[in-house]
């Protein structure tokens, strides 16, 4: 058996994309490592992707001059300290240490 690296199928998670909302987010091996993608078969035109794996919960931190304005991203699974944060990088609770 060769210890090269193999071609996996890529595991859907039920977390909805939140740029097309019809397909559902997917783990894929790049060329990097693991990255999380909106389905191609469900719209393949959706070039929507992650870097850490989606959490399903939509960011609830107050961005804006209205009250009830919110970011509204992703979050992601984080690390050993941060639990979770969000995927926008101009959130300031992406790093929710620094807050």
Same mark, same amino acid.
């Given at each position: 058996?060769?210890?090269?690296?193999?071609?996996?199928?890529?595991?859907?998670?039920?977390?909805?994309?939140?740029?097309?909302?019809?397909?559902?987010?997917?783990?894929?091996?790049?060329?990097?490592?693991?990255?999380?993608?909106?389905?191609? #078969? %469900? /719209?393949?035109?959706?070039?929507?992707?992650?870097?850490? *794996?989606?959490?399903?919960?939509? =960011? &609830?931190? +107050?961005?804006?001059?209205?009250? #009830? %304005? /919110?970011?509204?991203?992703?979050?992601?699974?984080?690390? *050993?300290?941060?639990?979770?944060? =969000? &995927?926008? +990088?101009?959130?300031?609770?992406?790093?929710?240490?620094?807050?």
């Amino acid at each position: 058996m060769s210890e090269g690296k193999a071609v996996e199928q890529s595991v859907v998670t039920d977390v909805k994309c939140p740029l097309c909302k019809k397909g559902f987010m997917a783990a894929t091996q790049g060329r990097y490592g693991l990255y999380y993608t909106c389905n191609a #078969d %469900a /719209t393949p035109k959706c070039r929507f992707n992650l870097s850490a *794996k989606p959490t399903g919960k939509i =960011c &609830s931190y +107050k961005r804006g001059a209205t009250p #009830d %304005a /919110t970011c509204g991203a992703l979050m992601v699974e984080g690390t *050993k300290t941060i639990p979770e944060r =969000c &995927s926008d +990088k101009a959130c300031p609770n992406r790093n929710p240490h620094k807050l």
